[in-house]
């Protein structure tokens, strides 16, 4: 079962590769979305895939991505549409 997650990420993510292990991570899971920073430099994730790889990448989210974030929030909302994504697009290289 495919499911969609679009979280919104605050505090300490600008600057700490955030985005960079977030795509990394979503790619060796194959899930697919949009991962970019907002003009208040909060992080965007919009992110689908198969129920279980997912879980595993809340997991990771959630436990702190980069080694020098000092401090993370999150709101988190479950969809059961899937928008149909293709790859996983950033706003980084």
Known sequence: MKRRAHIHTYGDVNGVSFRFLVKQKAQSLGLKGICKQNEEKEIIIDIEGNTKSLEEFLNYILK?????????SF????????????TLKTDIV
Do not use: H, L, Q, W
């Not at 709101?75 to 293709?86: K, P, Q, R």
């Open 64 to 72: 702190g991505v980069s080694p020098v974030t000092k401090k993370n």
């Open 75 to 86: 709101e988190i909302e479950f969809f059961e549409d899937i928008i149909g994504y293709t």
